[in-house]
Structures are given as structure tokens and as C-alpha cells.
């Protein structure tokens, strides 16, 4: 299991992401809340990392460019 999400983590440039980074990324864009994001991961502690780390507002803005 560890070395599909790896490989999903890595497949961006391919469409590929794991659920964690769509939630991040659906939170960034504030389409749902942060509660909503955080009860709907598998690994709640892992969104809340690339939450914290600002990766997913900053994925937001380059899309909206």
C-alpha cells in the first residue's frame, strides 16, 4: 500500500493524486471547510501537514493563473 501512494504522490504531473492531496486542494480552493476535509481523510494527520505547509493554497492560486 505504501508504494501505491508513493507512486500517486509522485504521478502529479501525470493527473495522479492521493486523497489527502485533493482534500488539501479542495480546502485551499475553500470549497469545504477545514472540519469536512479533516473528518473525510484516512489519515487525518497527513492533511493536516500539507495543509500546515501551505501547499495547498499555494497548488489554488498556480491553477487559477
Known amino acids: 500500500v505504501h508504494q501505491i501512494v508513493s507512486s500517486m504522490q509522485g504521478g502529479k504531473k501525470f493527473g495522479m493524486q492521493t486523497l489527502n492531496q485533493c482534500l488539501a486542494d479542495l480546502y485551499g480552493r475553500r470549497l469545504i471547510s477545514h472540519e469536512d476535509a479533516i473528518s473525510r481523510s484516512s489519515d487525518p494527520d497527513e ?15 498556480q491553477r487559477a493563473s
Open 47 to 61: 492533511l493536516q501537514n500539507i495543509i500546515s505547509s501551505g501547499n495547498a493554497g499555494l497548488r489554488a492560486r
